[in-house]
């Protein structure tokens, strides 16, 4: 028996974190066209940032809107059955990126989200917001 509704079952599928989830490489790629240098998943960091970019000590994560409750956002919709395991499946979620943003931060790197729903303006404007001016 399958209770995923199928526009729940597609987001599964594209949230599955790999080495090359589609909006990562794209943020990676503007970061090399900038000139930025950076280093892939450093997996020994908390929550293991998407991109790091070590000389500015910036963790970079590249957040699902769904996933990661971006906050008044229209992607982070709520699914409308099973509503009490979505609640505490988010709320988990949620924790786990405060705790990981926490303990970067006090190992001395400043997080640095990129939100899916940003990306498109990001990539057009090749603007990152937040990040330092390349010296
Ligand atoms: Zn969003």
Request: glycine share 4%; net charge positive; aromatic share 8%.
């Amino acid at each position: 028996m399958d209770k995923v509704s199928p526009e729940i079952r597609s987001r599964t599928m594209a949230s599955v974190k790999s080495c090359n989830t589609k909006p990562e490489v794209m943020v990676r790629k503007l970061l090399h066209s900038l000139g930025y240098r950076f280093r892939l998943q450093r997996k020994d960091l908390p929550g293991r940032p998407d991109i790091v970019l070590p000389k500015y000590k910036i963790a970079i994560f590249v957040n699902g809107c769904f996933w990661h409750r971006h906050k008044g956002c229209k992607r982070a919709t709520m699914p409308t059955s099973h509503l009490e395991y979505w609640k505490a499946k988010f709320a988990r979620n949620i924790t786990r990126d405060k705790e990981n943003y926490h303990k970067l931060e006090e190992l001395g790197w400043h997080v640095l989200i990129i939100w899916e729903c940003e990306l498109k303006s990001i990539l057009k404007n090749r603007i990152i917001p937040d990040l330092p001016k390349k010296e």
